[in-house]
């Protein structure tokens, strides 16, 4: 809701962005989620933010499947995903 044109929440072809958090969220936490979600889906890309993920199809810059954290600066990218 609320999103435009060019957002990846926008699905198409059946694909597309959610985000995901959890409540009473710790790093901890959110590591465990955030590895279970990538060994169960083809998700390409997942940014982590302070509370939340983000999980998308968009083709990594790396050309893999890959790990972001959002920072002051943009997303950074933190490695590959197994």
Do not use: C
């Amino acid at each position: 809701m609320g999103r435009s044109g060019n957002s990846q929440h926008i699905f198409d072809q059946g694909l597309g962005a959610v985000d995901v958090s959890l409540n009473n969220y710790t790093d901890d936490r959110l590591d465990k989620l955030q590895d279970a979600i990538m060994d169960v889906t083809e998700y390409t890309r997942v940014t982590r933010y302070k509370t939340f993920l983000h999980l998308d199809y968009k083709e990594p810059r790396m050309g893999k499947r890959a790990y972001y954290r959002k920072t002051n600066a943009g997303w950074v990218y933190q490695g590959e995903i197994r």
